[in-house]
């Protein structure tokens, strides 16, 4: 039936436009042969090769629904082409996250199962605090703050959108917005790429990796089609005393496929699906001890999280205004097996999880250069989540519980430019209302019969802009918006456990936001900088923490408050040499608590503390370096970049206590002709592996440090 709805939204949309001809925004890009910088894969347009004279002002982002250069957007957002990606050896949205300045990683369980928090808003939890999209269809799971597992080969480009984004995007969007644009099909070139990596991990076994995409054009300047194959080994380094020689070892199978058609040049087609196979063994709840290893164990751990997505994009351009919409479709399912550790033991914990979600959005975007500029649009969403927890051979600890979500909204966006556009003042606004359901039937010794909760929640989401543009190398801007995430369920064991002290519905929790930026290109184009102050009051905070018996319960806990400064800059010195520096101070507490008591035994939820995973600092410095060693045609290729990123805590430790402070090190040299190329690499350099969070139930930490060496081809 999903896949029916799919295509009907296509077809109808298609049906309802007659043929003429124009090309939509996200046809800014065109992959393409690697060592040209209007197309090669993974560029922008206006987008530079690293050490050309260009600045990141100039890379094309479509961040508010229509294409304009970065320098222009008057948000807080970064963007990274995938030749960037590439340099930087960045291969998945982990690595990612440690460059986006504010951003951290949350607990995670698995490596198919990663949270992430920007500015300071960070939930475990409940929906997702960040907005996640994979070309145009929103990545969503209700009641789970999950992020994609997306590979970083044969992408097109990244934007991070910091803050809350509720008008655009809605959908999970409080504290910000990633964006995955993956790699365009060439309807007038054959094309194919290739990526292999080899390291050594440091304490572990060996690690690898193998990418491959080819772009073929079915209907020359009509049709083409575009697949990527990518595997993915990381070798374990850990082990558990009850299974010796069995180590945490990770497995990565992701496949993409999408189709590009131009029946006219006004009318376009996307059609995407993407596949992605995560296998962990053992997770990475490492037992609080160094070297990091898994507790006693009376069962040998292992997680599988897969999903299936669909995605449908079709645009009409009728001059004025661009008509688009946008379909995804998600299928996941999630299993694991291991350890929970209650008290002085382990026990075995056995998790399933299977969900769906349907999204479909339409839209009016308003085009050309003009005074007066809108977009208009709705979306809809049908989702459903399964998960059937249950402590085997320990604690009577068993529910399955089903959450099912309907939701709608109606957004616009409208601006006028002043004066030449040396003035345009915003403003949005977000209906959005959410019909939910909630079912639970937990197992002894809480037998009850099955029980079924509904609820209603709803809200209206402003934007309010102002940009100031003296000229095309300078942008001033301030930016108030309001962000809000649906209300959820308690379980009934969480219920049973806390005495009745919890009720099944948690209310939604909001934020609003204050912001104050700038954005300067300088020096003849060779020096961009930017820098944001940010204030956000985050209201009715849903908040977990645990009770007797392991069991996590969920409540509005309180107001937080958040306020930071983040800084990027860019320079290059000389037509080979690119230096960046980018970094935020955040100091996110809990400003009150509804009930204080409640949370006496959780020392880390209390009045004036830092909100857990929540680093108080996070900077990074990079370097490129590419040097031509025989004309133009075999270049030298250095790339290196320090993360620091201070400690944080666990959202579900009782103890208070916090993790470790970070030194990241990554690094890349190599020579790289038109078609191919070969590096050397390192990542985590100083190996550090000091917790980045501890909780009762064990610690998270990064990989150790891998020295390997990579190839590639591009034809």
Do not use: C
Request: hydrophobic share 35%; aromatic share 10%.
């Amino acid at each position: 039936m999903r896949y029916h709805l799919l295509g009907v939204s296509l077809i109808a949309i298609a049906a309802a436009v007659p043929a003429a001809a124009q090309t939509g925004p996200q046809e800014a890009t065109q992959p393409g042969r690697a060592g040209s910088a209007a197309t090669q894969p993974g560029r922008a347009a206006g987008d530079q090769v690293p050490g050309s004279t260009g600045t990141e002002s100039d890379i094309i982002v479509t961040a508010q629904r229509r294409a304009e250069r970065l320098q222009d957007v008057p948000i807080a957002i970064q963007a990274f082409s995938g030749a960037q990606l590439e340099a930087s050896g960045i291969r998945n949205v982990a690595d990612l996250i440690t460059q986006i300045p504010g951003a951290s990683e949350g607990r995670g369980n698995t490596a198919g199962i990663q949270t992430y928090q920007i500015r300071g808003v960070s939930s475990f939890y409940g929906d997702s605090t960040i907005g996640y999209y994979v070309d145009e269809a929103a990545y969503v799971i209700p009641n789970r703050n999950y992020a994609p597992v997306v590979r970083a080969f044969d992408i097109d480009r990244v934007e991070v959108l910091r803050g809350p984004q509720g008008t655009l995007y809605g959908l999970g969007s409080m504290g910000g917005t990633i964006r995955f644009i993956t790699a365009q099909p060439d309807l007038d070139e054959f094309h194919a790429r290739g990526l292999f990596t080899l390291a050594d991990t440091n304490g572990g076994k060996a690690s690898g990796s193998g990418d491959a995409a080819v772009s073929v054009p079915l209907v020359p300047g009509k049709v083409a089609v575009r697949g990527s194959v990518s595997y993915d080994h990381w070798g374990g380094f850990a082990e558990s005393p009850s299974f010796p020689g069995d180590k945490n070892d990770v497995y990565m199978q992701d496949y993409r496929a999408k189709l590009l058609a131009k029946p006219t040049d006004a009318w376009t087609i996307k059609l995407g699906f993407q596949r992605n196979i995560t296998e962990d063994h053992w997770g990475r709840n490492f037992a609080t001890v160094d070297p990091p290893r898994f507790v006693i164990s009376p069962v040998r751990g292992r997680a599988s999280q897969r999903y299936n997505m669909w995605t449908g994009y079709t645009s009409y351009d009728f001059g004025s205004v661009l008509a688009e919409s946008s379909t995804g479709y998600i299928d996941r399912k999630d299993t694991s097996v291991g350890p929970i550790v209650l008290g002085p033991r382990a026990f075995e914990l056995d998790a399933n999880a299977a969900s769906f979600s349907f999204v479909q959005e339409l839209r009016l975007v308003s085009q050309g250069n003009t005074a007066l500029r809108y977009v208009v649009g709705a979306v809809y969403q049908d989702a459903k989540n399964l998960e059937d927890i249950a402590v085997v051979r320990g604690p009577p600890i068993s529910s399955v519980s089903t959450y099912r979500s309907k939701s709608w909204a109606g957004f616009g966006e409208l601006s006028y430019g002043f004066a030449n556009d040396l003035i345009r003042p915003l403003i949005g606004l977000r209906y959005f209302r959410d019909d939910r359901d909630f079912t639970t039937q937990n197992r002894a010794p809480f037998v009850r019969p099955p029980y079924l909760k509904s609820a209603t929640f709803d809200s209206f989401n402003p934007r309010f802009n102002l940009a100031i543009k003296p000229n095309d190398n300078m942008l001033f801007y301030v930016n108030v918006a309001r962000g809000f995430r649906s209300g959820t369920f308690n379980t009934a064991s969480a219920v049973a456990v806390s005495g009745g002290a919890v009720d099944y519905t948690v209310a939604p929790d909001s934020i609003w936001s204050y912001e104050a930026g700038t954005k300067l290109t300088l020096l003849d184009h060779l020096l961009y900088v930017e820098a944001s102050v940010y204030q956000f009051d985050w209201q009715d905070v849903q908040l977990n923490y645990t009770v007797a018996g392991g069991v996590q319960v969920i409540r509005n806990a309180g107001n937080v408050r958040g306020r930071g400064f983040e800084y990027g800059v860019t320079l290059r010195p000389t037509s080979t040499l690119t230096l960046q520096a980018t970094g935020n101070f955040n100091d996110t507490t809990f400003r009150s608590l509804v009930n204080p008591v409640v949370f006496a035994a959780t020392p880390s939820i209390a009045v004036g503390r830092q909100v857990a995973s929540v680093p108080k600092s996070h900077h990074t410095l990079s370097a490129t370096w590419v040097e031509p060693l025989k004309g133009d045609d075999l270049k030298l290729l250095v790339n290196a970049s320090y993360t620091y990123i201070s400690k944080q805590g666990d959202p579900g430790d009782n103890l208070g206590r916090f993790g470790s402070s970070h030194d990241l090190v990554k690094a890349r040299i190599g020579v790289q002709r038109q078609h191919w190329g070969a590096f050397l690499f390192g990542d985590n350099l100083l190996n550090d592996t000091s917790p980045i969070q501890v909780s009762g139930s064990g610690s998270t930490r990064y990989f150790p440090r891998k020295l390997g060496v990579e190839l590639k081809f591009d034809y």
